[in-house]
């Protein structure tokens, strides 16, 4: 961390000054891990039609937080994990072992989890308020050792891309051909949510419930405006995730807003020049 | 008879793929039975029957993905057997056009030695254009799969299932949303990778009118195998006016 901030102070902005501000600084380094975690995740979302998906397993998480807390646990973030975890495998079995179209599955899925959620968080009377800070995400909150914990998990993501992308785009290009050349679509599939669970997990409670799925979707449908094939596509995904997520915690820094949703609001603002970016293109 | 100058009812040590016996039960359902069916190297082979038929499960079950009765071998020449690779062509796939996916980006993904999302390296982009010539499909290595016709699509996906060579090439619907034109490129291909390769060929289709053109055999199915012979003589018969009188009736 101490290179991190001895290289940050580098930087032209007073937050920046050795010394000071340390929470802006992890922050930016937070920021620099995740989003192209989010970005690379972001294109099989969206060419898998999964954003609705990926919106229910954020849902979901906020239950497994609920019932983390529930059994008192020091963490329960890792309640959530497991739960979404569970969750994800449970939902891929379903969409293959029954004819129900996959978002009559997840709006099945998702309402049970968050009614369940609920149910757990306000029993006996309970107060929700203390989950707020997952519904709305405070990124200045970010400590070392989570960052320490993003990057393996950037880490974990990156070399399932290497070792299994391609089975995956086979799989969401045609399943019955993918079979037909030995992928086993079912198991790809649930990797891939299984990734998608942990990240929503592991950084909501500084991106927020209630943005994190921009995130998951917003970098790749505008990258898909602009591509004309996977290297391009992911190229213009992680690249408009990263420079997204840095503005968007300037911006917040300077005019004091909730840095998930200036992180959004950039992203909107890329997804809408890229749709024009295509009209002028084509 | 005329089913043995098409082929016969066995494979008589010639080299050939051999359906027997096959059956698919489903929830209870008797979706296939008792079919026998022999695709010799060389000679195609169209599969014709109503919706429902059972065409498409044939096709699943011979490509080891559906669970089944019965007994599917490739029989070489000289009499040995194996299971048979099949080059599988499937129908049109229904992803997005809008998908950033290139032509090269399929044959990549398929390979499965290079992720995708990686600049391809020459070697390899070399060996896609050499699949893709097999189908004089070269010039369509960097389209989007979105922006090709029906027809470059077809072909571009039978050049995938011609890599690696396979014995049997099986086509679900090839000329479904394929016009005319791209219709009969479609065919004079594949009668020019019959010769080439020697290959089995084995394709469903709706589209009767120049069936007699192309297949070698024709077999009417429904549930079982109702007729099979020459695409005449299957065209005549009172099985294939029965079932689609039927099919016309149940429609109207």
Redesign the interface.
Known sequence: MELWYRLVSLLPFSWAEAGSLYFMKNALLAILVVTPLFGLLS?MVV?N?MSFFSDALGHSAFTGIAIGVLCELADPMWAAAVFALVLSALFTWVRHHTDLQSDTVIGVFSSTAVALGIFIATFGGGSFTKFNTYLIGDILSVEPAMIGLLAILLGLVLAL??TS???L??S???P??A???GVRVALQEWLFTAAIALVVTLSMSWVGLLVINSLLVLPAAA??NL????????LFSVVGAVVCGVAGLLISYYVGSSTGACITLCLALYFLLSLLGRRTGA | MSVHRHGGDDCKGACCLRVSGLGVVAEGRTILRSIDLHVHCGQIVALIGPNGAGKSTLF?AI?G?QPHTGDIQFERSGGAKTRPL?G?V?QS?A??R?????V???F?????T???????PKALREKVRGSLARVHGEGLI?Q??GSLSGGELQRV?LA?ALEPLPHVLMLDEPFSGVDVEGELQLLRLLDELRRRYDLSILLSTHDFSNLADYADKVVLMKETVLKVGAPQEVMDSPEFAAVFHLRLKEEG
Do not use: C, E
């Open positions: 294109t060419t039609r891309w290497v992308f391609d089975r785009l086979l969401s290009i045609h019955a051909l079979g037909s050349r990258g898909r591509a004309r094939n996977m290297r391009q596509y992911h | 699943k490509l993905q099949i599988y499937p796939p992803f997005d809008g998908d950033p996916v290139s090269l980006d399929l990549v993904s398929a390979a499965g290079w992720p995708a999302f990686l600049a391809t960097d989007k799969l996906l995938l």
